[in-house]
């Protein structure tokens, strides 16, 4: 097979930036040669872009079959590609059915089929009762499992209590694959006053005990169970020092944040603004800034979009009303130009963004030694992107289903010039150049 070699003054490895060449063959980063090399094959020269591991996100809400209305797997891919992700995975919500059962994640699987444009790996589902289908969808290739200590927006999706955690972590701690975490474990506290366009009355709804009684709780379970558990979206920064500790000790524990908790800050959220609604909310600046410590300091391990799209009347975008608003951003094609925004005012660097958006999650997949590098032998999944470029999201940008971000209209740092899939270019400068190559991945142990 032919070989493919790119060009950069900025390559990212594990060892740091570097000027070279990659030659590809078969899909697998070949060798890197020095800039000045002879090769026996056309060169894409790509000047000075950065050029670096394709993006992976491990929270993305698909929501096909089922609620494609919301989004799908065509618009998501499409959407992934155009933002130089190369592999991201798919909750087991807020499809219908939800990927609880062998069954729903065989339909899946078919509802997916020639609509990958990125690859798409899955997570399966912890719900009461259905700890026998823990097995099996683990033997069909789920990548790990995701469970909710609230309500987790949709009936159909209930959340796990202690004792179903506790019969499966033994089972999912045998495959060594992740359990992963949506930490609010809520009681029956409600704000004294509620004005339903008032921002701040959203975020006081959602207090950060919430988050930090669930995040002691897994901590525990993750000690007693050695069973690997992930904490998505950790918004609450006063567990960060129980984090750490429990990391310190050693326990199986890693944790993610999301670019909305790195980007805004509650203070600049006006109110009757639904778009920027999740749970858990987007917290004070103070807060955020320890967040931002925490993920400099290795304790938060990668930053994660949670894309969770819904239709404009599902958000109520117009009535501007928190309380019935759909909780979810969209901003799964952004999640590199966001990060990078926010990082590069903190003095962070492209080589900070490559571990916190392709190595480390290729850890938590599983994939760590065939993605989330640049390195001999990996698969040849990359971002090529231009730190210094700068463009304003409109909404003729944006390849979701639906145009609904929160990142609307701001000026984002970061462009993503190519992406390319097993060593296919299959994006370039605004254009698909090449469809439906990617690929499920699953587990196969
Ligand atoms: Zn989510």
């Known amino acids: ?41 056309v060169i894409t020269d790509v000047g000075d872009s950065v050029v670096m591991a394709g993006v992976i996100d491990p929270h993305v809400h698909i929501n096909e079959p089922g609620r494609t209305d919301w989004e799908g797997f065509n618009t998501a891919t499409r959407a992934a590609i155009a933002g130089g992700l190369t592999t991201l995975v798919d909750m087991p919500l807020n499809s219908a059915p939800v990927t609880t059962s062998v069954a729903a994640f065989e339909e899946k699987l078919a509802a997916a089929k020639n609509q990958l444009h990125t690859n798409v790996g899955f997570w399966g589902g ?26 987790s927006g949709i009936d159909d999706f209930p959340n796990a209590t202690e004792a179903d955690l506790r019969k499966g972590m033994p089972i999912i701690a045998k495959h060594n694959l992740p359990l992963l975490v949506h930490c609010e474990l809520t009681d029956d506290f409600k704000p004294e006053q509620w004005d339903a366009q008032s921002y701040q009355d959203y975020l006081s709804s959602r ?13 525990a379970l993750c000690e007693e169970y050695r069973c690997r558990v992930h904490i998505v979206h950790l918004s609450s920064a006063n567990s960060i020092a129980a ?10 524990l ?27 909310p987007v917290r004070e600046k103070q807060n955020n800034d320890q967040l931002w410590q925490a993920l400099k300091d290795g304790i938060i391990d990668f930053v994660a979009t949670d894309h969770s799209p819904a239709p404009p009347d599902l958000k109520q ?50 994939k760590q030694k065939s993605k989330g590098k640049i ?29 609904i971000t929160p990142y609307l209209g701001r000026e984002l740092y970061g462009v993503v010039k190519q992406t390319w899939l097993g060593g296919t270019k299959v994006f370039d400068n605004g254009i698909f150049t090449q469809l439906n190559l990617g690929q499920p991945i699953l587990n196969h142990e």
């Open 126 to 151: 912890i719900i009461p009762g259905n700890t026998d289908e823990i097995e099996p969808l683990i033997k069909k290739g789920v990548l790990g499992f995701k469970a909710f200590l609230t309500h």
């Open 243 to 252: 984090i750490a500790k429990a990391k310190q000790k050693g326990l199986p």
């Open 207 to 219: 207090p950060k005990y919430w988050e930090d009684d669930a995040i002691n709780l897994m901590i």
């Open 375 to 403: 390195a001999v032998g990996y698969d040849a999944d990359l971002v090529i992107w231009n730190p210094e470029q700068s463009f304003t999201l409109t909404e003729d940008q944006i390849q979701h289903k639906h145009k």
């Open 1 to 41: 097979m032919s070989q493919i070699a790119i060009k950069s003054t900025d390559i990212i490895t594990p060892e740091g930036i570097m000027k070279g060449i990659i030659l590809i063959e078969n899909g697998l980063i070949k060798s890197i040669l020095p800039y000045d090399a002879m090769v026996d094959t």
């Open 317 to 366: 975008i117009g009535t501007g009303d928190f309380k019935k608003a759909w909780g979810g951003i969209a901003s799964l094609q952004f999640a590199l130009p966001v990060l990078w925004t926010a990082a590069k005012q903190r003095g962070c660097i492209a080589n900070d963004i490559a571990k916190w958006l392709s190595e480390n999650p290729a850890k938590l997949i599983g």
């Open 254 to 280: 890693t944790v993610e944040t999301g670019q909305h908790y790195l980007f805004f800050n509650a203070e600049d959220i006006a109110d009757g603004q639904t778009q920027f609604k999740c749970a858990p």
